[in-house]
């Protein structure tokens, strides 16, 4: 494959923004080399200014689990922007989409929206401060809440990817009110009730990390921290900016059966475009200004271009029972993963939960941070250039999660399949 217009334009990128990009991952710095410019994207594939065509397995981060450019999802966009692309003033599809979001999540009675899943986060952490009246906080290594200065403290993502789990400019005195425990580790959540007693305000967890690869909460590790929280009195908040709405109606919560007290939403919900969103138990939300004491705001919140959007791929996802689609391609994807795998003689660990997976490229079970730390990221940095080289796009980093789309076929994951044989080969 060429790369010409790709190097020339990341030439110039480096010139006038930091690192050439715009969110850190995308620099390729975890992988080496150079990243590509998308130019345009559609159904499973995104395609580059040199004119390669990859099957995407990053669906921009998630949100895009119709696949790119859904024609539904595009003329709700359209039309959106013919009455008008901003107001800053209440519009009727915000509460459609808020009224849509409550109906499919039942720990949700009310609904702010954000612009981004950081903005929801930041706020869901504020609000819980305010409403127990409390300033510490628990989060988990790994797990990625955002770059808000509370919770990127040993966070994932990113932040993992560039050897950097803790950022520069973060206050000391700050970072000391959030205490980060390893994920899956029941005792240190019990410890850290128990030395913190009355002081705890939160514990803020994706319940299906996906940050540092996809991990998997310990069967009724979930369940106790929902019981200690409960009993100290302190807020449980599920950052579902990954899993909402992708892994079922109701998200993580509705699969394992579990309900926060406050839960944070993002990528799907608005279609690909900008958009975030808090919801909880509306004692808490009423908390929120211009009810209570809690401060927040935005003036792209409600966004009628990112509503109508989000609106558009929820009436699908509902209308079209596009889950089964995604778990049978994830059952698909899973198997063919295995078996080249066993056939390969390699013992790496291969996760999933739905349209999530990741590959990890160790042998031992990754239950936490730490686990994931164990792959050999020399293999998998031959094997991500491989599979680009070969026409599949994978994060760019092996602490990811990948996606499927509702646009990816049986035989994508086929052609997926044959490449990734002669990939961990490479």
Known sequence: MSHTRSHE???????????????????????GGEPFFAQKAYGARVEDIDGNAYIDYVCTWGPSILGHAHPEVIA????????????????????????????????????????????????????????TRRDKIIKFEG?????????????GSGALTLGQPDSAGIPAALAALTLALPFNDV????????????????????????????ILPAPGYLETMRELCTAHGALLIF?????????????????????????CFGKVIGGGLPVGALGGRAEIMDYLAP?????????????????????????????????????????QLEAETRSTLKAAGLDYVFYRVGSMFCLFFTGQSVRNLDDAKTSDLKHFTRFFHAMLDRGIYLAPSQFETGFISAAHTEQDLEQTARVLRESLQA
């Open 9 to 31: 334009l990341f030439a110039e990128a480096l010139r006038y923004m930091p690192g050439g990009v715009n969110s850190p991952v995308r620099a390729f710095r975890a992988v």
């Open 76 to 131: 709700a966009i359209k039309a959106a922007a013919d009455r008008g692309t901003s107001f800053g003033i209440p519009n009727p599809l915000e509460v459609e989409l808020a009224r849509k979001i409550c109906e499919w999540v039942p720990s949700v009675q009310k609904v702010r929206m954000t612009n981004s899943g950081t903005e929801a986060t930041m706020t869901a952490v504020r609000l819980a401060r305010g409403f």
């Open 143 to 155: 797990c990625y809440h955002g770059h808000v200065d509370s919770l990127l403290v040993k966070a």
């Open 187 to 214: 005792e240190a959540l019990r410890l850290a009730f128990e030395h913190n007693k009355g002081e705890i305000a939160a514990v803020i967890v994706e319940p299906i990390p996906a940050n540092a690869g996809l």
């Open 239 to 263: 950052d579902e900016v990954m899993t909402g709405f992708r892994l079922g109606k109701g998200g993580a919560q509705e699969l394992l059966g579990i309900r926060s007290d406050l839960s």
């Open 291 to 331: 009810l209570g004491p809690v401060y927040q705001a935005g003036t792209l919140s409600g966004n009628p271009l990112a509503m109508a959007a989000g609106l558009a791929q929820l009436k699908v996802l509902e209308e079209q029972d596009i889950f089964s689609k995604l778990e049978k391609l994830g059952a």
